[in-house]
């Protein structure tokens, strides 16, 4: 099946604890990103990456880090968790205008 | 700056009752805009892709249409299982970075 994984789904961790979010897709697309959903707001860019070892910022890179070593994993991290990051995450990968998104992962940061 | 504005923020709707979404984009240079559906608790499911004023696109009950300064998402005669929020998105063709809007609620009554 064709699809798009994160983990974890749910994590809750305090201020300054480094942490890594996977991404993972079997559908061998070039182009992946990950967003950031907050109540109130639209879908925010943080990062993308058109191919391997090629990454750029998105519309809110601020205190977030990414790699793409490989072409299906896209690893979102943190180095220095704060409160302000307390949001809904995914993670995308597309072929041409079709993005298709991970299922999420819930991060709150005491 | 790129602009989305969805509007209605909720709709409540009858089974069988037809109705439109509206979204309204300012965006330098328009390369696509994008619907999506997203569940609660789910990531978005892609929609449709429209290119050019005058477009249209078609999948089972919902219609797509794009002028060159707004996009309406038409329901025709919704299901209960068409309730979720829809999301629309512009990307400029300077960029890889898309803005989303905050997205329309539908609930369908059955």
């Known amino acids: 099946e064709a699809q798009v994984t994160q983990n974890p789904r749910y994590l809750i961790t305090v201020t300054g604890k480094k942490l890594t979010v996977t991404c993972s897709q079997n559908m061998n697309h070039e182009y992946m990103s990950w967003y950031r959903q907050d109540p109130g707001l639209g879908l925010r860019q943080i990062y993308y990456s058109m191919n391997v070892e090629v990454t750029d910022k998105g519309d809110v890179p601020e205190g977030y880090k990414v790699s793409r070593k490989e072409k299906r994993n896209f690893p979102l991290i943190l180095e220095s968790p704060s409160p302000n990051q307390t949001s809904l995450y995914f993670c995308?990968?597309?072929?041409?205008?079709?993005?298709?998104f991970g299922p999420g992962t819930r991060l709150t940061v005491l | 700056e790129d602009q989305v504005t969805q509007s209605p923020e909720a709709l409540r709707l009858q089974e069988g009752e037809s109705s439109s979404l509206n979204c309204s984009y300012t965006?330098?240079?328009?390369?696509?805009l994008f619907w999506y559906r997203q569940d609660p608790g789910k990531g978005p499911e892609f929609l449709f892709t429209?290119?050019?004023a005058g477009e249209e696109k078609e999948k089972e009950r919902l219609k797509a249409t794009l002028t060159k300064k707004e996009s309406f998402l038409h329901i025709t005669a919704p299901k209960p299982e068409d309730s979720a929020t829809y999301l629309c998105?512009?990307?400029?063709?300077?960029?890889?970075?898309?803005?989303f809007g905050r997205g329309t609620s539908l609930i369908v009554h059955p």
């Open positions: 965006v330098s240079g328009l390369r696509g």
């Open positions: 995308a990968s597309s072929r041409g205008d079709e993005q298709f």
């Open positions: 998105a512009v990307q400029p063709g300077w960029s890889y970075i898309p803005t």
């Open positions: 429209l290119y050019s």
